[in-house]
């Protein structure tokens, strides 16, 4: 059975064309999914229609469809839309996804969905109001790998019980460089590692540590230090301890500041432990399970060619196309749990943003 999404990008942006080469290729692949790309939503014309060139948004492409460049207003009241992919900072997020709500969209927000925990329940309780979609774009949950190596180290057990994870986001993105305007340095625009980058060590430990989600989860407890910027008043260096209600624990770690390791997952088991690796931490698509004495027990990687936000948005399609109005694996009770810890980091630490 076919499956038609028509999607507009709100905002084009760095993350939007990544997520829009995955739509390209798949329709280039011409799978059961067709996700048709109607309109960018851009602030500057001659922008919107560079990044459809850019992007290769071509009608061969796009099944016969060539993108129209909108403002965001015209967007919003686009009849051939029915869902849209917010790709903008995290600051403008709960505005524009209500906007779509209130206009009949279905929304795919990129993480976080909101600055705060309330925000985001502002936006779901809107979604629920309207009987529409809406998922906060945690796309790392969403690759083939997470279903495997959960299934070889929690199902067949290949190495023995898992006791701790170390989970890492980071890199050098030399801070002091960058334009104060810039989202990685302006409060204004909720700048700091822990909501731009931490949110996926903290992922990491929901996904890897935890076999539930939302309501169900395993309890656990946290504590943090995030070092503050003198200048920039955000932090640019996160750690955060986890340790859930069965004695597992995460050491989970961010920043702008410096690069991370290599293997930016390791998780120790006591039989041996498993790497993950990536170009992009949250983009998990690479990993290998070693025994005790280091020797190789599996290696997974996905070759698909794909950045790897197919999917997530060919979950969104199953979604829409069998009416829910949020998704198993990243329902609104689990993007609140994850806010309302990020909630709780920053009351921990004195970290405050103005929609607080
Ligand atoms: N899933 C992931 O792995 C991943 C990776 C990176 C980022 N993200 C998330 O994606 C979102 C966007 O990140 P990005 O790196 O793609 O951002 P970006 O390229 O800096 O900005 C994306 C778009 O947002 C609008 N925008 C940017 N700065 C703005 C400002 N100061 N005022 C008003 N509009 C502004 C612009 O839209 P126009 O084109 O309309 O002008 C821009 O093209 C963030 O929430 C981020 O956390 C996710």
């Given at each position: 059975m076919t499956i038609t999404l028509n999607w507009a990008i709100l905002g084009a942006g760095n993350i939007a064309a990544q997520f829009v080469y995955d739509l390209v290729l798949n329709n280039q692949r011409q799978t059961e999914y067709r996700h048709v790309v109607q309109s960018i939503g851009c602030s500057n014309q001659a922008r919107g229609s560079e990044f459809i060139k850019a992007n290769n948004i071509t009608s061969e492409n796009n099944y016969g469809v060539i993108p129209v460049v909108q403002s965001y207003q015209e967007l919003y009241k686009n009849p051939n839309v029915n869902v849209v992919y917010i790709g903008t900072p995290h600051v403008f997020h709960k505005e524009q996804a209500i906007e779509c709500l209130h206009n009949d969209k279905h929304v795919l927000c990129e993480k976080p969905i909101t600055v705060n925990e309330k925000d985001a329940q502002e936006i779901f309780t809107v979604a629920k109001k309207y009987n529409k979609f809406c998922m906060e774009a945690v796309w790392t949950r969403f690759f083939p790998a997470i279903q495997i190596v959960k299934q070889e180290i929690y199902q067949t057990k290949v190495i023995g019980e898992v006791?701790?994870?170390?989970?890492?986001?980071?890199?050098?993105?030399d801070v002091s460089s960058l334009p104060a305007s810039s989202r990685v340095r302006d409060r204004k625009l909720a700048a700091g590692s822990l909501l731009d980058i931490g949110i996926y060590p903290i992922t990491y430990a929901r996904i890897l540590l935890d076999d539930k989600v939302g309501d169900e989860h395993t309890s656990f407890k946290?504590?943090?230090?995030?070092?503050?910027?003198?200048?920039?008043?955000?932090?640019?260096?996160?750690?955060?301890?986890?340790?859930?209600?069965?004695?597992?624990?995460?050491?989970?770690?961010?920043?702008e500041l410096v690069d991370g390791p290599k293997a930016y997952v390791r998780l120790e088991c006591t039989g041996g432990w498993v790497e993950m690796y990536s170009d992009n931490p949250a983009r998990a698509n690479h990993f290998k399970i070693f025994d005790k004495t280091g020797?190789?027990?599996?290696?997974?990687?996905?070759?698909?060619?794909?950045?790897?936000?197919?999917?997530?948005?060919?979950?969104?399609?199953?979604?829409?196309?069998?009416?829910?109005?949020?998704?198993?694996?990243?329902?609104?009770?689990?993007?609140?749990?994850?806010?309302s810890v990020m909630d709780s980091i920053r009351k921990e630490n004195g970290l405050t943003y103005d929609q607080d």
């Open positions: 006791h701790r994870l170390f989970a890492d986001l980071s890199y050098n993105g946290h504590k943090s230090f995030l070092t503050i910027d003198k200048e920039d008043q955000v932090d640019h260096l996160c750690s955060i301890l986890f340790q859930y209600k069965d004695g597992k624990q995460a050491v989970l770690t961010s920043s020797g190789l027990v599996l290696e997974y990687k996905d070759d698909s060619g794909y950045n790897g936000f197919i999917y997530e948005a060919n979950a969104v399609a199953d979604d829409i196309n069998r009416g829910k109005i949020e998704n198993d694996v990243m329902p609104h009770k689990e993007t609140l749990l994850v806010m």
